[in-house]
């Protein structure tokens, strides 16, 4: 049984079939990347985990409790966070003021702008900011304004903005976007070492082949809704019914 199970789920737009019983059993700490050609049903299916779409049949369990008919925040409350493909995070603060705000949230359940400068007295939750910036490698821009970060650091703020609620499940959607080579290959590294330290399991959307085969532990493919292959990321790259999906041949390449 995974921490995260998706059981027969469909789901439909007027008359195109987005989701076409998908079954997934995502296995706990582990890296597992959903992978597919555009339109594919990726993002379709992430949604269907955060609450933002309700499968029209089909059931998603995390930790054994269905997430069915949660609202987003009632979901990022049972232990799932999501990075998005273009990083959120408060230009106008701080890089530690941007770490301290979820993780008051986490301990009161709400938080309020107004509230920082109470909040840096709070010895707790500055000990959490800066341990978490630590973590990703931004313990020492502490002071400076996110708005000034480059795309590749704004990423690793995001991120401490979701390790410091402590998650079980992080939804990276196309983590590594619009981010040159250099960037993108730190932020895999970082990826492997925050699973381990946290022991957090990802689930991971993301076009980029190298990204996937360097990060991931399993990979399930999707095409025209339906998960065609699930397997190790050795045993993908040329399995021929991912051939035909991306090529639309069976061919050896």
């Known amino acids: 049984m995974g ?48 609450g933002k779409l309700m499968p029209d049949t089909g059931t998603v369990m995390f930790n054994n409790k ?39 949230a986490h301990r009161d359940g709400a938080f309020h702008l107004s509230a920082l400068k109470a ?6 939750i500055r000990e959490q900011a800066e341990k978490i910036l630590v973590d990703v490698g931004l313990q020492d821009d502490r002071h400076q304004l996110a708005s ?18 402590k998650p079980k499940l992080l939804l990276l959607d196309e983590p590594t976007a619009g981010m040159a080579r250099a960037d993108t290959n730190n932020t895999i590294e970082l990826l492997k070492v925050l699973s381990d330290a946290h022991e957090i399991t990802f689930v991971v959307i993301e076009h980029d082949m190298h990204v996937v085969f360097s990060l991931a532990d399993r990979i399930s493919v999707l095409s025209q809704g339906h998960v065609i292959v699930e397997d190790h990321p050795s045993n993908i790259k040329g399995h021929p019914k991912v051939q035909e999906a991306y090529l639309g041949t069976t061919e050896t390449q």
Do not use: W
């Open 3 to 50: 921490i995260l199970e998706v059981k027969g789920v469909n789901k439909r737009f007027g008359g195109l079939l987005a989701l076409d019983d998908v079954n997934l059993s995502i296995k706990e700490n582990s890296i597992h990347a959903i992978i597919g050609p555009n339109g594919a049903g990726k993002s379709t299916l992430l949604n269907c985990f955060i």
């Open 66 to 104: 269905s997430l069915l008919g949660l609202k987003p925040y009632e979901i990022n409350q049972t232990g799932i966070s999501r990075v998005f493909q273009t990083p959120e995070v408060f230009a106008d603060l701080t890089v530690e003021e941007n770490v301290m705000i979820p993780a008051l």
């Open 119 to 124: 909040m840096a007295r709070e010895r707790d």
């Open 148 to 165: 000034a970060m480059s795309r590749g650091n704004k990423r690793r703020l995001e991120m401490a903005m979701c390790l410091v609620q």
